[in-house]
């Protein structure tokens, strides 16, 4: 196999280092000292923001003062009306721990039978939110995973009703 590293390339006389520049250069100069003073640059500007803090958000939409923001384009606050449909649905059940217990306190005594009373409550699905003013519509999904989200999402609704009107 052909050596692959020849040695130093041609430029340069045999037994001084390729890598470092000459005495005085820009890799002479040592990292010691007090700092110099960073050079000027351009100011830096914050990227302006259309509209203030929103009030209030529910899912894509942004009630921003006397606006409401949304993917369908800005609408007037002022007699838009908002929509609230809950999707979601509740399952009541036994959990495999509890049917685990009672099987094996049942040996024991009967009072293993006791953890068959045992139920969780599941909730998914969504609630949606619709907003119609302006002549524009627009219309977003909220996942919820207990009801407590539910009631939190429909609370927000009526409030942006109460400030709509």
Known sequence: MANQYPGPPPEQPPGQ???TGPSGGPYAEGGYGYPQAVPQSYP???PQIPYGAPMLTLGDIAVNGD???SPAGPMPLRGA???????SRTEERIP???IVLAVVFFLLCFVGLLFLLMKERVTTGFVQVSVNSGGRH?????PVQSREQVVYVLNQVTYAQSISM
């Open 17 to 19: 280092n390729p890598y």
């Open 44 to 46: 830096q500007t914050q």
């Open 67 to 69: 606006t409401i923001v």
């Open 81 to 87: 009306v908002w929509t609230a449909t809950d999707m």
């Open 96 to 98: 495999p721990h509890a």
């Open 138 to 142: 627009h219309s977003t999904m909220i």
